[in-house]
T-cell receptor
Framework: EAGVAQSPRYKIIEKRQSVAFWCNPI?????LYWYQQILGQGPKLLIQ????????DSQLPKDRFSAERLKGVDSTLKIQPAKLEDSAVYLC??????????FGNGTRLTVT | AQSVTQLGSHVSVSEGALVLLRCNYS??????LFWYVQYPNQGLQLLLK??????LVKGINDFEAEFKKSETSFHLTKPSAHMSDAAEYFC???????????FGAGTRLTVKP
């Protein structure tokens, strides 16, 4: 089966600019996650979707981060405006109910 | 709230030696437990999972982990390290009927020739 697809792989922006990341989950996976992985740390959950509804966004900095999953398939994560501390790898994952997560290769964001 | 603690941010072993990566969890109910591996510039790949069946779980590449409820541990082992095992390893916990997965801070494994 095709894995989780993410784009772009790398992005460099200046602080206060905007950026968007895209994720296409494995076909049929109802649950989609966005994680932030800062260098040297484990992934931290930003937001979890079940189909096109938000299940958990308690750790999403909503003043600057937003995410959507239109039609319950693809998802986009946006940061506006970016800060230096947003430099990280943004991982998308998907899963079936009560099943392990399948991760994409991530988008490495550098904010200068 | 569920969480995991990985003891040792960096472990170094010689090729052919035993690999032991430590993970302790906290959860109010019996959890699902996972080990993931991350190679440079890649996403996380599932090594193995514990889902309340056998306490000794075997995964890919000869890795295995044992769930010990009395010690709230889920340590990852491999009898003989290979150079290709060098990577970052993450322990993760998820409670039953809850898709929220929490990761540890990770342990970087280095394998010396």
């Amino acid at each position: 089966e095709a894995g989780v697809a993410q784009s772009p792989r790398y992005k460099i922006i200046e602080k206060r600019q905007s950026v968007a990341f895209w994720c296409n989950p494995i076909s049929g996976h109802a649950t989609l996650y966005w994680y932030q992985q800062i260098l040297g740390q484990g992934p931290k959950l930003l937001i979890q979707f079940q189909n096109n509804g938000v299940v958990d966004d308690s750790q999403l900095p909503k003043d600057r981060f937003s995410a959507e999953r239109l039609k319950g398939v693809d998802s986009t994560l946006k940061i506006q405006p970016a800060k230096l501390e947003d430099s990280a790898v943004y991982l998308c994952a998907s899963s079936l109910e009560n099943s392990p997560l399948h991760f994409g290769n991530g988008t490495r964001l550098t904010v200068t | 709230a569920q969480s995991v603690t990985q003891l040792g941010s960096h472990v170094s072993v010689s090729e052919g030696a035993l690999v032991l990566l430590r993970c302790n969890y906290s959860s109010s109910v019996p959890p699902y437990l996972f080990w993931y591996v991350q190679y440079p510039n890649q996403g996380l790949q599932l090594l193995l999972k514990y889902t309340s069946a056998a306490t000794l779980v075997k995964g890919i590449n000869d890795f295995e982990a044992e769930f010990k409820k009395s010690e709230t541990s889920f340590h990852l082992t491999k009898p003989s390290a290979h150079m290709s095992d060098a990577a970052e390893y993450f322990c993760a916990v998820r409670e039953l009927n809850n898709n929220d997965m929490r990761f540890g801070a990770g342990t970087r494994l280095t394998v010396k020739p």
